[in-house]
C-alpha cells in the first residue's frame, strides 16, 4: 500500500511538535513520527535533514553533539523559544486548512 505524501509544510511542523516533547537525533525524529502516525507517516532522510537544517536556519532549533543510548555520536535537536512559538502559528494554520477543506469536501 502506497503511503500518502505530506502535506506542504507540514514536515516542518511535525518535526517541531516531535521536538516540543522531547530533544532528538535525526533518526529518533523520524521513528517518533512514524509511531505516532501509527506507522502511516514516513519521513525519508532526503526530506527530514534538510528540514532540520531550514528549522535550524530559522533558529526554530538549536542543534548539540551527545552520544546516542548505543555509544554513536549523533546531533540531538532542541526545540527554541521560537520554534515553540513557530509551532502554536503553525498548527493554528494547519488547523484552519484542515478545516477549509473539510468544509470544500461536504459541499453538495
Known amino acids: 500500500m502506497k503511503r500518502p505524501d ?5 514536515l516542518d511542523m511535525l518535526i517541531l511538535k516531535t521536538l516540543a ?6 533518526y529518533g525524529i523520524a521513528q517518533s513520527i512514524r509511531r505516532m502516525s501509527d506507522e502511516v507517516l514516513t519521513v525519508e532522510e ?7 537544517q531550514r528549522l535550524l536556519l530559522q533558529g526554530w532549533v538549536k542543534a548539540e553533539w551527545k552520544m546516542t543510548e548505543t555509544n554513536r555520536r549523533a546531533r540531538f535537536y532542541t526545540l ?3 520554534g515553540r512559538k513557530q509551532l502554536g502559528v503553525e498548527v ?4 484552519q486548512m484542515v478545516t477549509a477543506i473539510g468544509r470544500v469536501l461536504r459541499e453538495a
Open 46 to 52: 532526503g526530506s527530514l535533514y534538510p528540514a532540520l
Open 92 to 95: 493554528s494554520e494547519f488547523e
Open 6 to 10: 505530506l502535506l506542504p509544510g507540514t
Open 80 to 82: 527554541t523559544a521560537a
Open 21 to 26: 516533547r522531547a530533544p532528538l537525533h535525526g
